[in-house]
């Protein structure tokens, strides 16, 4: 049944007089049913006509978010509602397909209509017309099971619907990644949110490292830039991921990071967020750099921080280049450090801390989609705890299983391993006191995991620790079927 609307609200929704729309139905342009028209016809004639009423799209952003604060609740909600003018865009690419749609179902009617009358014909005059009688009741049949509506709800192409009016998904051309735009977030927020190391530099419209080439789809510039395009850039469809997002599903040609010797050498003066002394032995140092100066760095890398005449220091990193804004450290409280001392004793929030970097290889085999095996030695927690996060960020490993030995009672964040086991079905976390100082007691310690699997050999393991254990750690594995190009290494 074609759902019929008013001539005014038809001409409200295609940004036209009342008047102009009367015309094309004195014309004969527009059919009219007692002053009302078909909704499929405005939509046929009018496909590229810009939606004027703003309520309908509020009243909709409104439902779409209550219906999300339902399942998600509200920080969800709040976090996938695109704004009214992607909504609006991303519902109108819908509708035009859906119209497509409909007009093709329409014209394989009518060409089924007309092999019909066909096939009769010829099954009155054809000396073989037992075969098109045939042939006739065949079709007939088949026409009648594809008009009988089915009754199984296709839930799948419900989802893809929604998903695509909520979210726009974005395709790079050269390396075959994906990833959604969610709410307003620009290309490039995205990108990184979905563990990908595209290139960019201020992530404020000023350096143009982030520049891209649009090769399908819709984009939407949400801030100004100050970067300027040559003409040449500019008739290709260059623009700059940081400064749009993507209103339809995109097809794009971007930078991305294929390994750290991608990563430019970065010099910047971040702030002390938060200095937590875990115990004694252990603090937790967490840097925020300026919005527009972030840290560009792989999981798992190191950076060097220094303060006026102090020794400079190399930590791991242990958070996610997914969250390139909040730099975190594990430090553990060597007293013959004078810079630790120094973060001990002194430093205090809002303070300045020079970061220079990144450095260092012990980096995800983002290639692999093998299990992977993470092996933490008390602090070698840090760069793993970054590799963790990235990984579970890009989603390729099969299975990842955490095997933490701790010199204390308990690992000082367990609670958030224990979260990540809980929230992940392939992730299994174990964890094991040992004694650092006596590694004859190694071989005993790892024989929880040694009997966890058989085969070692198609596992990509990651170890972090004091170079004694990691190296010993090493042999055992390899000892036990692991392939030495499968492990990494790094010694804390
Ligand atoms: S990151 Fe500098 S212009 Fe986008």
Redesign the pocket.
């Known amino acids: 049944m074609p759902r019929l609307i008013s001539l005014s609200r038809a001409a409200k929704l295609v940004g036209l007089s009342r008047g102009a729309l009367q015309k094309r139905v004195h014309n004969l342009e527009l059919e009219s049913f007692e002053g009302q028209v078909k909704l499929d016809d405005i939509e046929r004639i009018f496909p590229d006509a810009e939606i004027e009423d703003n309520h309908i799209i509020e009243d909709l952003e409104k439902i779409v978010e209550q219906a999300l604060k339902k399942a998600h609740g509200a920080k969800l909600a709040k976090l996938l509602a695109p704004d009214s003018y992607t909504l609006a865009a991303r519902l109108r690419a819908i509708t035009k397909e859906h119209a497509h749609a409909k007009e093709q179902v329409k014209d394989f009617i009518a060409l089924f209509s007309e092999l019909e009358t066909q096939i009769t014909q010829l099954s009155t005059t054809s000396d073989k017309a037992y075969l098109f009688e045939d042939l006739n009741n065949w079709m007939n049949d088949a026409i009648n099971k594809i008009q009988t509506p089915s009754l199984t709800p296709t839930h799948l192409l419900e989802k893809d619907t929604i998903l695509r009016v909520m979210a726009a998904q974005v395709h790079l051309k050269n390396t075959g990644h994906e990833f959604f735009v969610e709410g307003s977030n620009s290309i ?1 927020e995205a990108g990184l949110s979905a563990g990908l190391a595209l290139n ?11 520049k891209a080439k649009l090769i399908s789809g819709e984009i939407k510039k949400i801030k100004p ?1 100050d ?1 300027v395009f040559p003409e040449s850039e500019k008739a290709q469809n260059y623009f ?4 749009n997002t993507a209103i339809t599903e995109v097809e794009i040609e971007a930078d991305e990071a294929g390994s750290e010797k991608d990563i430019p050498l970065q010099k910047i003066s971040a702030k002390v967020k938060k200095v937590d002394k875990i115990t004694d032995e252990l603090l937790i140092l967490n840097l925020k750099t300026p919005r527009t100066n972030r840290l560009r760095f792989l999981a798992g890398q190191n950076i060097i921080l220094s303060r006026g005449d102090l020794p400079p220091i190399e930590l791991p990193i242990a958070s996610c280049p997914c969250d390139d804004m909040n730099i975190q450290f594990h430090i553990p409280h060597d007293k013959n450090n004078a810079f630790i001392n120094f973060v001990v004793d002194e430093l205090k929030s809002s303070d300045s801390i020079q970061i220079e970097g990144p450095t260092g290889s012990f980096i995800l085999d983002e290639d692999s989609n093998n299990a992977i095996i993470f092996i933490a030695f008390d602090t070698g927690f840090a760069p793993i705890k970054s590799l963790i996060e990235h990984a579970v960020t890009l989603d390729h490993a099969e299975s990842i299983h955490l095997y933490w030995l701790h010199a204390d009672e308990k690992p000082y964040m367990h609670n958030q391993c224990r979260a990540w086991e809980d929230a992940l079905d392939n992730f299994k976390y174990q964890q094991l006191q040992y004694d650092n100082s006596d590694i004859s007691q190694l071989d005993v310690k790892l024989d929880l995991l040694l009997n966890e699997y058989a085969d070692f050999s198609d596992k990509n393991i990651y170890i972090c620790g004091a170079e004694k254990m990691a190296n010993k750690t090493e042999k055992v594995l390899l000892d036990h079927s692991a392939n030495k190009e499968n492990i990494k290494i790094q010694a804390v």
């Open positions: 490039l960019y530099g201020c992530s404020n419209g000023n350096c143009g490292k982030c830039h970067f700059l991921c940081c400064s």
